[in-house]
């Protein structure tokens, strides 16, 4: 709105988002002439520009509308506690000689009120005023400068009586000087900010240097770019420090991450999400929980990796891995996405497929099993951070055969997965810290000995999980969560995946088992007649190879042509497989030529491979075939010796190895047969308290074994004190054929 008192000639005003200028300015009959930027002239009335719902001072005009544009209003919050509590006593003293009460209403009355100099109904306000004033007056020049009632004239009295009662009361009793505008740096022309962003351009891209090092860069610029401007009017080193931090922020950051975030700048706006699937964010972190290993019982950590949904914030897969998640498990993690999650033992029904619109039955139907009420759907986008795992060109092959486009998070920006750092928080608070063995979130914070807490084993821990998200996360209410099209409303992720069903329908899309394989990694090799393919430097047979078809090239084209698709598991190098060229749902299983005919080898990982091959070169050997590569594997797995004589001298690092190997042969292996992973109950992992009671008493008995091999002989006990004294007093002589001789020392004595 525009006041009398501020119209003035030359003002600029907006109206409905055009602006006008008044050139003259009637009173005496209540009119403005405005004038438009292309000339055109209106006479308005001043009531008509008062009640205008669309006018207000444009930026440029009169120095009033400059002030109320470049400074936004003042409230109690831009003043400290101790001038709020000034301000509120100037205000009271308003109220008082207005109303005869400091509080300003009857109701609100202090003990005394009112006094007879400012009853209400004995006084008028002026009189009121003109008390209030004196009494003032008579205060004591420090008291009165203290309180802020000093020249509290009846005048001022009058202007602050004319203030609406409230906030804004405290606000006008208030010391301007408290508020007063800031006078920015009047000193930063425009030449001195070309040279600021000049040197800001500058340093970005060298190592870090101090602000005096820039207030030199800004010198020499200055200098060199504008060689008439006077050097004294350079801003000092404590402006440029000023102006640096209020313009470009804190300067506290490395540099590298400092180049990130204004590369990130760069970056696409926020993918507003709306629909299940569009987006799903992967993230991995250390479990906070000991769980034991179950080969010898260690506590171990493992990693938790997570596939949220951002649209629903559906926990729709994780898995825990023993070491750091690789390619494979990130690629299995993405199929878990897309397959329905089976019943298993010990869920109830209301653990079942609940979700509308498609009935229970015929997702089991589909699915060959009872699915439990988790989402599942193929993945469009898939959002990652910039971790090894993620970026491996093995996972974006397989991204790229299910279908999924990669999003990975910006730099520095942690709103592009902040759904699924704040699931990983609730599901510490919500469920881990509860359980025995976990370790908090930093070392400060651990326990006295969380390992010997542990007492869940891994596959414990994994029903654990996947039972409390089914059962509790899916249900529980996202508290200041909602969608766009119901604010306010109360969801959960099943309750949104719901409703996403009757608005857009579900596309019911069930993969093979198949899909496995093809999320593998693919090797390009010809099949040599005989002896098979090479994989990794291991070597790999059927019989199935030797059959007519697989002896003459692939009938593939492009940049393989002849060659033959092989896929691998990294997590277990005993096999590989060979995709039917006539049918392609069959897939052949290719042993490791140097598995024994009879018995079973433990699973081995690439890196195992990699070591195996490097020992074969170290010791100079040259096999003929990779049977004899089995021994050097053997003594690498540790699998020569029996249970009953194992090392005694085995490392926890070690231990944990040969657990991660058969933790990764085990994974491997439900993968494959998903059915043999629903299955695997907690009843059926051999508690590690019994396993690490065997692997004890295998210790002691190897122990035993090698001292008594050492000592050649069953040791005799050494004989108890005094023994010698029992035997024969000291106050018998002895015989008279033992009188001659020297005292014999006594056996075992």
């Not at 709105?1 to 005003?13: F, I």
């Not at 969380?450 to 596959?459: I, K, N």
């Not at 006990?717 to 018998?732: A, C, H, I, Q, T």
Request: charged share 25%; hydrophobic share 40%; with cysteine.
């Amino acid at each position: 709105m525009t006041s009398l008192l501020d119209l003035a000639p030359g003002t600029a005003l907006r109206i409905n988002g055009v602006e006008w200028v008044a050139e003259e300015v009637l009173p005496q009959v209540g009119q403005v002439v405005l004038s438009g930027c292309d000339g055109e002239r209106q006479t308005r009335s001043i009531r008509w520009l008062m009640h205008h719902p669309d006018c207000r001072p444009a930026k440029v005009g009169h120095p009033s509308a400059m002030r109320d544009a470049v400074q936004q209003p003042v409230t109690p919050g831009d003043l400290s506690e101790e001038q709020v509590k000034r301000a509120r006593l100037r205000a009271a003293h308003v109220l008082e000689a207005e109303t005869g009460y400091r509080s300003g209403h009857p109701a609100r009355a202090l003990p005394g009120e009112p006094r007879p100099a400012y009853d209400p109904d004995r006084t008028t306000v002026t009189e009121r005023r003109r008390a209030k004033a004196a009494e003032l007056a008579a205060l004591g020049r420090e008291e009165a400068e203290l309180l802020g009632l000093a020249n509290m004239s009846v005048r001022t009295l009058e202007r602050l009586a004319a203030v609406p009662d409230g906030e804004s009361l405290i606000v006008a009793c208030a010391d301007g000087r408290w508020t007063r505008r800031s006078g920015g740096h009047p000193s930063v022309t425009e030449e001195i900010r070309e040279a600021v962003f000049a040197v800001r351009q500058e340093v970005l891209q060298r190592s870090r240097i101090s602000m005096r090092a820039r207030h030199r860069l800004m010198h020499q610029y200055v200098r060199e770019t504008f060689p008439e401007f006077p050097e004294e009017k350079i801003p000092g080193y404590f402006t440029l420090r000023n102006v640096w931090k209020e313009w470009f922020g804190p300067d506290g950051a490395r540099q590298r991450y400092v180049r990130s975030a204004e590369t990130a700048k760069e970056a696409s706006a926020r993918v507003v999400v709306h629909r299940p699937g569009q987006v799903v964010a992967l993230d991995t972190t250390p479990l906070p929980v000991k769980v034991r290993e179950s080969v010898f019982g260690d506590p171990v950590t493992v990693m938790l990796t997570l596939a949220l949904d951002l649209y629903t914030h559906s926990i729709v897969a994780f898995r825990l891995t023993m070491v750091s998640d690789t390619a494979v498990d990130i690629a299995m993690l993405l199929r878990d996405v897309m397959m329905p999650l089976p019943m298993r033992q010990g869920w109830g029904q209301d653990m079942e497929w609940p979700y509308p619109g498609v009935p229970a039955t015929l997702i089991a139907r589909f699915a060959s099993h009872k699915v439990a009420a988790l989402p599942f759907f193929p993945p469009e986008t898939v959002t990652t951070d910039h971790g090894a795992p993620y970026k491996n060109h093995d996972v974006v092959e397989a991204e790229r055969s299910l279908g999924c486009t990669i999003l990975p998070a910006r730099a520095l920006r942690a709103t592009d997965k902040y759904a699924v750092e704040r699931a990983f928080g609730a599901i510490n608070s919500l469920l881990l810290e509860h359980l025995l063995g976990f370790t908090g979130v930093d070392v400060a914070d651990r326990g006295a000995d969380p390992e010997a807490e542990a007492v869940l084993t891994m596959s414990r821990m994994e029903h654990l999980v996947a039972t409390w998200v089914v059962k509790v996360w899916q249900n529980r209410v996202l508290g200041e969560y909602a969608p766009s099209w119901g604010p306010g409303e109360e969801h959960s992720p099943n309750s949104l995946f719901a409703a996403s069903m009757h608005q857009g329908g579900f596309s019911m899309q069930i993969p093979r088992p198949e899909l496995y394989y093809r999320v593998l990694k693919a090797h390009h090799v010809k099949i040599h007649p005989g002896r098979g393919v090479k994989i990794g430097g291991l070597w790999y047979h059927d019989d199935v190879l030797e059959e007519d078809r697989f002896r003459q090239p692939s009938a593939r084209g492009g940049h393989h042509k002849g060659k033959w698709v092989v896929r691998s598991d990294r997590r277990d190098r005993r096999t590989v497989f060979l995709q039917d060229p006539a049918d392609h749902d069959h897939w052949h299983v290719l042993p490791w030529t140097g598995l024994p005919p009879k018995g079973e080898v433990p699973a081995f990982s690439d890196r195992t491979a990699e070591e195996l091959l490097a020992e074969v070169r170290r010791r100079r050997l040259s096999p003929k075939s990779d049977a004899e590569l089995l021994p050097i594997l053997l003594d690498l797995l540790g699998s020569a010796i029996p249970v009953d004589q194992w090392p005694t001298q085995m490392t926890k690092r070690e231990r944990t190895a040969r657990s991660r190997r058969a933790a990764q042969g085990r994974a491997a292996e439900r993968d494959r047969t998903p059915a043999a992973r629903e299955e695997e109950t907690p009843a059926d992992v051999v508690p590690w308290p019994e396993q690490a009671r065997t692997v004890a008493e295998a210790v002691d008995a190897d122990r035993r074994r090698r001292r008594e091999a050492s000592a050649g002989r069953q040791p005799t006990p050494p004989p108890r004190l005094g023994e010698s004294l029992r035997r024969r007093s000291p106050f018998l002589l002895p015989p008279d054929d033992e009188a001659g001789q020297p005292p014999q020392p006594e056996e075992n004595a």
